[in-house]
């Protein structure tokens, strides 16, 4: 898939904000049909939307996760998983308001407004629900809980928010506490594009006490987080873990470090901690993010304290 540093630093985002709770009648459509209307945000719906077009491969993987898959007709092109998402040519990047707007969709689902694509939809009375990408993990928890309410889900995505902190907070607990932090540089792709802790990568790895190395690359944010290393600075570094989010896009791996000059001598690289992370899960902040997690907790369980 595209780079998530196009993605990131080009501010398209993975989508929305939200609410939840509810409570669960003896049928689903029922409770459906009790909880409209519904307003989140600038978006209100009548009733349970029938014809969801999702534009945003973290709101698809969503709402598949919380029980909404059969609703939604078409997911843009870059909605890969789950493998059963009505995946077709629609772009989230490059939206054409026409080919959306033939779907015949009740709500449509976008992570940035390209090509004011929602006041586009507005005007054919196509409601669109757009918010920031998420900053921090709890960020995706409401987004998860919004995308419940508008789409009659409520239990099913407070349910999912539960297991999803549950998991979490046990992984980070289940790795042994270090009396010095390790220090890590997470990359992008391979021209050293990398996330500081300020982004919400930054702070899904904060709690298991890292220094990341590329802070000190985008001390007062100039970069919004997503600044480009040097080889040299990296080296010079030295960080003790290597994560690459750039396996599948860019074929990065820990064969490629390792040939890569000067590299010999970073710790990461002599003592084999080179992670290789999936790009879409290290990408798209979504229910899959403790599978990032669990990737990170493995890596650092393994170095001798």
Not at 63 to 69: N, P, S, T, V, W
Not at 283 to 297: E, F, H, K, N
């Amino acid at each position: 898939m595209r780079r998530l540093v196009t993605a990131a630093i080009a501010v398209t985002a993975l989508l929305l904000t939200g609410c939840g709770g509810g409570a669960e009648d003896e049928g689903k459509p029922a409770a459906s049909s009790a909880a409209f209307p519904v307003t989140v945000g600038s978006v209100t719906l009548a009733e349970r939307p029938a014809r969801i077009v999702s534009l945003a491969p973290t709101a698809t993987e969503m709402l598949f996760a919380i029980g909404a898959g059969p609703q939604v007709v078409a997911v843009d092109d870059q909605s890969t998983y789950p493998a059963e998402a009505p995946r077709t040519d629609l772009s989230g990047f490059k939206p054409n308001v026409e080919a959306i707007a033939a779907r015949n969709p009740d709500l449509v689902v976008v992570s940035d407004d390209l090509e004011k694509v929602v006041d586009q939809l507005g005007k054919l009375k196509i409601p669109v629900l757009l918010a920031p990408a998420a900053k921090v993990i709890d960020d995706s928890y409401r987004q998860i809980d919004q995308l419940g309410a508008l789409t009659g889900h409520r239990d099913e995505s407070a349910a999912l928010v539960q297991r999803m902190r549950t998991e979490i907070d046990k992984i980070v607990k289940e790795v042994p506490p270090r009396k010095d932090p390790l220090s890590y540089y997470y990359e992008i792709d391979q021209t050293f594009y990398s996330a500081t802790s300020k982004t919400f990568i930054g702070s899904l790895l904060a709690p298991f006490g890292l220094t990341n190395v590329a802070d000190a690359a985008d001390p007062d944010g100039s970069k919004n987080g997503y600044p480009q290393l040097s080889p040299e600075a990296l080296v010079a570094a030295d960080p003790d873990l290597i994560f690459l989010a750039d396996t599948k896009c860019c074929g990065q791996s820990a064969a490629t470090v390792k040939q890569r000059k000067g590299w010999s001598q970073i710790t990461a690289v002599r003592q084999d901690r080179i992670v290789a992370l999936d790009d879409d899960v290290a990408s798209r902040w979504g229910p899959r993010v403790v599978d990032l997690v669990r990737a990170v907790a493995d890596a650092v369980a393994k170095v001798p304290a």
